[in-house]
């Protein structure tokens, strides 16, 4: 039985899986000076959603003090500003990143994923719609419950007891589909993972071609 739940704090959502895999949305591991090449490869398989992809900020400018700063630390490691939807996530960033240099142990089984990248490639081909509006998020519930799921379920026992204000719909979607990449026997995205400058591991992790029914060759 799936549900959902809603914590304050990453160390909470850490805290309430005690063991097996993690899947996040949610960088792991930052640059320091050009863009992730995890980001390239993610938007060459989404033509049509390439921007739901967004840069990483370089580490200074996560952990700057003000949203000029933080543009600023970015502009000298990357040539260029964040923008302000990236300077209003740096906060769980930030704890992510504090988190797993914290704890070593950790790092083996929690790992990064992009849930447009795993609509795409369970449905054979990206979402057609943004997952903002409300027939896109209806496309996304659709391929859901093909994969055996009940969005909708989920959605109305949630929404009994937490403020549709505080959740967004597109974001409990988004989690389910990293619970459905877990049963999948996920694999990384790149043959080989790129390690920062503070031993955490840059990928994306992806449902096997088996369960996806896609050919990974490419």
Partial sequence: MVTARVVETFDAVVASVSSGSLYVDMPIGLPETEDRQVERLARQRLPGRAGSVFNVPARSAVYAESFQAACDYNVRAQGKKISLQSWYICPKIKEVDQCLRAQPRLRPRILEAH????????????????????????????????????????????????????????????????????????????????????????????????????????
């Fill in 115 to 218: 849930p447009e990248l795993l609509f795409a490639t369970f449905g054979g081909a990206p979402m057609q719609y943004s997952k903002k509006h409300s027939t896109g998020q209806v496309e996304r519930i659709h391929l859901l419950e093909r994969q055996g799921l009940t969005p909708r379920k989920v959605l109305a026992e949630l929404y009994q007891y937490t403020r549709k204000t505080l959740v967004q719909v597109d974001d409990v979607l988004d989690a389910m589909v990293l619970y459905l990449l877990g049963l999948s026997s996920p694999e990384p995205l790149m043959a080989e993972s790129i390690i920062d400058s503070f031993g955490l591991t840059v990928n994306y992790q992806m449902p096997t071609a088996r369960l996806a029914g896609l050919d990974r060759s490419d």
